[in-house]
């Protein structure tokens, strides 16, 4: 079975950091695109940044510059480095392939407060 479990979120003030980590476990390819998708109560989730097997990497607008998406293909991992956050960061963090299984971790809650 396959798990994704995410871990890192916090309640932090705007300008603090948090680095969000994602570990895969069970028995599949990890050769995917993976990616970070946020999800604030009420909306769809988003996708925020992903990353290719080989590294290159694609981020939204809202987070270009303050975001850092990285990963580990021999760990099965997936981190989100976030710098400079602001009160619109603020939501649940998904790590997933993308496009996304059709299964998804718990989430991990970020809150940045003004």
């Known amino acids: 079975q396959v798990q994704l479990v995410e871990s890192g979120g916090a309640l932090v003030q705007a300008g603090d950091y948090l680095k969000l980590s994602c570990v895969i476990s069970g028995r599949i390819s990890f050769l995917h695109r993976m990616a970070w998708y946020r999800q604030v109560s009420g909306s769809q989730r988003e996708l925020v940044a992903s990353i290719s097997g080989s590294g290159t990497t694609e981020y939204i607008d809202s987070v270009k510059g303050r975001f850092t998406i990285s990963r580990d293909n021999t760990q099965k991992s997936v981190w989100l480095q976030m710098d400079s956050l602001r009160p619109e960061d603020t939501g649940v963090y998904y790590c997933?392939?993308?496009?996304?299984?059709?299964?998804w971790g718990q989430g991990t809650q970020v809150t940045v407060s003004s």
């Open positions: 997933n392939a993308n496009p996304p299984w059709t299964f």
